[in-house]
C-alpha cells in the first residue's frame, strides 16, 4: 500500500514540473516579443551602462550613497556624452555618404577615372590597372553602378530615417530610462541572475568573469581604437581639406576592425588623392598625420588595452567580430565574441565535469 501512495506523489509532482517549465517557457517567449522593439535601445543602455558604471559608483560614493540622484546624474551626463553627439554625427553621415556616392559616380562618368588612370599610367598601380585580365573590364561602368547602388541604398536608409524620426526618438527615451535603471539597480540585477543559474558558485564566477574580461577586450581595446581611429582620420581629413570628412571617418572605424587592412585603407586613399590634385603639402602632412596619429598607435593600443584578459585567442575574437557584425549589425561587434566566449566556457565547464570521468 506504500508504494501506491508513493506513485501518485511522483506523477504529481512530474506533472507539476512540466506544467511549471511549460508555463515558464510561455512567458518567456512573450517577454522576448514585449521587448523585440526595444532590444537595441535596451542593449545600448546597458552598453553604456557597464562601460559607465565605475563613474556612477564613484560619483554615488561622493553623493553619500544617493543612488537616485546619482543615477539621474550619469543619466543626464550620459545624453549630453553619448546620445545628442551620437545623433548629430549620425545625421551628418547620412547626409554626407550620400553626396560623397554621387560625387564620386560624377567623377567617374565625366571621365575623371580615365584621366586618373592615365596619370598613373608609369606606376605601380598603373600598370596593374593596365594587366590585360583587367583591361578587358569595363571598371568605370563597374565602379559607376557599383557606387550608384550605394548612393542609392544610404538614399533609401536615409529616407527611412527620417521617416522613423519619431521611432528614433522613442528608443532613445526607451534607452535613457533603462539607463536610469540600470544604474540604480544594476547590481540587484546581477545578483539576482547569478542567484537564478544552475550552477556551482565557482562556476558562475567563472563565467561571469569571462564575459566580462572579453567585453572589456572588446570595448576598451578594439571598439575604442577603433572608433579613436576613425576620429583621428576625420579630424585629419578636415585639416588638410578632403571632403566628406565625416564619412570617411565612419568608414576608417569599420575598417580599423578589419585585422589586415585597417584605417590606412581609407587615409592613404586620401593622401593619393590630394597629390593627384597637385596639393603636395597637404598630401605630405596627412602621410605623416595617417602613420603617427592613425596607425601607428594601433600597434601599442591593442596590445596594452587587451593583453591577456580576453581570455579568447585572437583569431576566435576576430572571428566573433565580422561574424557577429554580419549576423546582428552592428550590435554584432558585442554579441558575437560573447556569444563565442561563452561556448569556450561551456566546453571548459563540460570538459571539467565529465571529460575527467570518461
Known sequence: MGEDTERPFVVRRQVFVAAFFLVLGFLLYQAV?????????????????????????WLRGLLGGRSTLAATLMTLAALV???????????????????????VVEFVQSGGWLRLRERLQDSALGQALGNPALASLDL??????????????????????????????????IMLFSLFFFYR????????????????????????ERLHLTFSAIVNGILLVALLQGIMTGIGFAIFAVPYAVAWGFLAVIL???PVIGAAGVWIPGVIWLYFQDATVPALGLAIWGVLLVSLPDNFLKPLLIGGRAKLPVFFLFIGLLGGLATYGFLGLLFGPLIVTLL??????????YGRHA
Open 185 to 208: 539597480d544594476g547590481e540587484q540585477y546581477y545578483t539576482g541572475l547569478m542567484e537564478i543559474l544552475p550552477f556551482p558558485e565557482d562556476q558562475k564566477r567563472s563565467i561571469a
Open 81 to 103: 556624452v553619448f546620445v545628442v553627439p551620437s545623433v548629430i554625427l549620425l545625421a551628418k553621415l547620412a547626409v554626407q555618404a550620400v553626396e560623397l556616392g554621387q560625387a
Open 256 to 258: 580599423a576592425l578589419l
Open 140 to 173: 568605370q561602368d563597374l565602379v559607376a553602378s557599383a557606387l550608384r547602388s550605394i548612393s542609392a541604398a544610404t538614399a533609401r536608409e536615409l529616407g527611412g530615417l527620417l521617416r522613423d524620426a519619431l521611432a528614433l526618438g522613442i528608443s532613445m527615451v
Open 344 to 353: 569556450a566556457t561551456f566546453i571548459q565547464i563540460y570538459q571539467e565535469e
Open 33 to 57: 516579443r514585449l521587448l523585440a522593439p526595444f532590444a537595441s535601445a535596451l542593449v545600448w543602455a546597458a552598453i553604456i551602462a557597464l562601460i559607465t558604471y565605475p563613474g556612477y559608483r
